[in-house]
């Protein structure tokens, strides 16, 4: 039986390939990686390598792979016509993992991966001689500012909720299409939405890293450099704390789930259902992560008190100000979303995660998000050009710093 995965690269990708391979050991893998980028093969041995598989291991792993270079974007996947209907008619499961994740990124280009991408890769399944089932991988995020206190897996935003970014908007009308293809063909598709995917795992360059450390690293670039220039709340002092003062609820929370655990059990999902149309799970950890660990987690790394507030404060100082542009991440700290996962537990038929998401374990995680050296490079550069230009470079996605 053939598997097809697009996005295989990813964050998410690595562990879905690895889960994959573990679960079938007979099984073939098609990977549909993207076109122009680092070579798929070697990120993936890096991957395997990284997890302790071994050389023998990792070798016999990827002798179980192949390899075909997509872009999701372009239509047939950039594939010529008789590419693509060859490859449709190998694939008897096809998993769609590839997006654009950038939380920054423009509606533009994330509509073209995320939407278009979707409907590429729906028209593959429905090309398809063997008739594959469709693994859609969305986001629990689709919701966007739905204010309900508890989701539930069939909810999804409602047209005057609105997003708190461009990402979830286009997560949400590539999840809107895989409802529109399954009604029209009749055909089965499956729709996993995990949470904010978390690792403790020790980062590396050659690997893909995850959102948290990106967020995290702008933060802390921007507050190591107000702190390092006195931008605070008062004058400066370097022996003095400084306060940021944040928009958010102090009974916020977050879901976390471990990347490895939501692996594993999309894939067991996916070993144990069989829907008639569109069955969807939430891929979440038992419990939320108060807003206020992630707080005292950045003050015990910063010289900072970070205070949440009701209001944008009317003397924002240039910190604040620069916070403010982290896209979407300032919203999330009035987020208070429980996940409700009841088709993805009875399905299981046992706990999702029984990992500890705690403060140690984002310790873990954001281990990698050190502050740049504040006193280099700056120069006598307009400051707040300066520090906009950090922001932006500690947004960007790996690939682009
Ligand atoms: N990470 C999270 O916290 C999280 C949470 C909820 C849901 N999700 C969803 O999970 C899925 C995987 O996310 P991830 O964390 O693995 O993201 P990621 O690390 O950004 O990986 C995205 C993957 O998509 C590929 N890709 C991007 N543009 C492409 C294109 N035009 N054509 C073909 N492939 C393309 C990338 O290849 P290159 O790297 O080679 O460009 C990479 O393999 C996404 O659908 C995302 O929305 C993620």
New binding site residues.
Partial sequence: MATAV???????????VRALLDRDHDDSLIL???????A?ID?LSCFLTAAGAGPRRTEELLRRVRIVD?????PR??LTEAAFEELADQIDVLW???????LSGELADLR???VD?TRHVLELAAAGARRPVVH??????VVGRRSDPVIYEDDLARPADGFETD?EHT?YD?EVLVHEWSAATGRPAVV???????TDQPPRPDL?????TAVTRAIVTVAALAVDRGLGTGPRDPGRVQTIRIVGNPRASWNM?P?ED?ARDMVRIAQRVRPRGVATFH?VHDENLPVSTLCELLESQLAVRMQLVADYPRDPTAIEELIYRIPGFPRYLEHRHVFDDTRARTTLGERTSDTRVDRDYLLSAIGAATAPRTRDALGDQDLDQALSERLRAALA?E?AR
């Fill in positions: 697009t996005g295989p690269t990813g964050f998410l990708g690595l562990r879905l549909l990686a993207h076109t122009g980028s680092t798929a990120r997509v872009d999701v974007a372009r996947l950039g769609h993992s590839a997006a654009s994740t950038s073209r991966v995320n991408g859609h991988v969305s986001t629990a995020f990402y997560k590539a996993y939405r995990p949470s904010i995917l978390v893909p890293e995850q959102t948290l789930m990347v939501a891929i996605p690939g």
